[in-house]
């Protein structure tokens, strides 16, 4: 008979994943979906269980047609839509149901469960891009068919908004939203790898001042984003990566540090968006100096599962 799984490590299981939406601006979701989420964290419930739960109660169900192969930005898309073909569906809607607010809701709530589940059956392998692609392909399984593969297109810059954070402060809420660029499609495979490889000889650094390392990691986290190597999911499956990677070089990090209301929340993702128009790392640099450990890099990674 297994044992309960102790307290505190379910509420880190449950902050992981409430802490990774909200730095993707995700709504928390309400009680019930909540409840759902601690069941999975105290492993009362597996997580695809909790998806077809979530499923049902909100009138869909998860397709298993395998979808088009992606060859081109369009090919995201419902023909006929601005939505996201998907594998939520009802019957009205065999491609993915075209209602943003459902369709936001359920993939949200869909990834938070995949995100606890993380903490609980970790994904192997070493800090490298199989490793990335890797994490995308459990978090949104039950949701794109194209789950773990590299952003096909646009073929000039994608385009995205998100609020001023060059002439407004951290979470203020009267930042008005401007045009943020990212990687054009055929840009992103020599730009990722180049940062990989980066990566992954960094991770094993143990010789590097603590100072340098928040720095590296800060230049490292600004070009990952503006790369933006998914379609979508990209913000969560960074969380994924750095809390791993923070582990990994011996400065773990609390996740509810990160939760809506704490101001470390509102100056990562001021950090991110200030990266990304003015290449200034002052951001980064001073959030992750307050939030990660003062460790000697040597500490073990932080055990989550039991």
Not at 31 to 39: C, N
Not at 85 to 91: C, H, L, T
Request: charged share 25%.
């Amino acid at each position: 008979m297994l044992l309960p799984v102790p307290e505190e490590i379910v509420r880190y299981r449950m902050n992981f994943a409430n802490a990774g939406l909200a730095l993707a601006h995700g709504d928390p979701g309400d009680d019930e979906h909540q409840d759902l989420v601690q069941a999975v964290a105290s492993e009362h419930l597996s997580p695809a269980e909790a998806v077809a739960l979530t499923c049902e109660r909100h009138g869909v169900g998860l397709s298993d047609d395998a979808g088009p192969v992606i060859q081109k930005w369009e090919d995201y898309l419902i023909p006929g839509s601005t939505a996201l073909r998907s594998r939520i569906v009802d019957d009205d809607h065999p491609l993915g149901i075209e209602d943003p607010e459902l369709f936001r809701t359920v993939e949200q709530q869909i990834s938070r469960f995949r995100l606890v589940a993380t903490t609980i059956d970790p994904v192997p392998g070493p800090l490298d891009y199989t490793f990335f692609k890797a994490v995308h392909r459990r978090l949104f399984q039950d949701v794109y068919t194209w789950a773990g593969e590299q952003r096909v297109g646009p073929e000039t810059a994608m385009v995205r908004f998100a609020p001023d954070a060059v002439n407004f402060a951290p979470g203020d809420p009267a930042a008005p939203a401007v045009k943020y660029q990212y990687f054009a499609g055929p840009d992103i495979a020599e730009a990722i790898e180049m940062q990989f490889t980066l990566l992954v000889d960094l991770a094993e650094r143990r010789d590097m001042p603590r100072e340098e390392m928040i720095s590296r990691m800060g230049e490292h986290g600004g070009e990952m984003n503006t790369i933006h190597a998914f379609r979508d999911g990209h913000s969560r499956t960074l969380w994924v990566y750095a809390m791993r990677f923070f582990d990994t070089v011996g400065y773990p990090t609390d996740p509810a540090n990160f939760l809506v209301g704490n101001p470390l929340r509102d100056r990562i993702v001021h950090a991110r968006y200030q990266n990304q128009a003015t290449t200034l790392l002052d951001g980064y640099e001073g959030t992750l100096d307050d939030a990660l450990s003062q460790g000697d890099g040597h500490q073990p990674a932080r055990v989550t599962t039991r």
